[in-house]
């Protein structure tokens, strides 16, 4: 997953599949369409894309907390319990100085 954390992977995956709409009042609207429900109205394309985001942050935060599915998204399924290592797993000494 690279140097990001695995919500910031499956955030902008999720965008990467948005959808923007110029409305007839010159304002924008925003949708991800796996993810029901994920929607933006803002004055400008800027602010619909930042409108957007936030939601959908929101939405899988909340989503993640109530343990609503949620759409796999590039191969990043967040519905999967989390895997714990056995703590005789873990080096003796401490690694960081």
Known sequence: MGSHGILSEYFGHALDQAEYDKLEDNTYCGRIKSCTGVIA?????????????STLEEWV?????????????????????????QLESLPAEPVCP
């Open 41 to 53: 109205f803002a004055s400008t394309l800027r602010e619909c894309e930042d409108e957007l985001r």
């Open 61 to 85: 935060l909340l989503g993640l907390k109530l343990k609503h599915p949620l759409p796999e998204i590039n191969g990043i399924n967040l519905n999967q319990e989390p895997q714990h290592e």
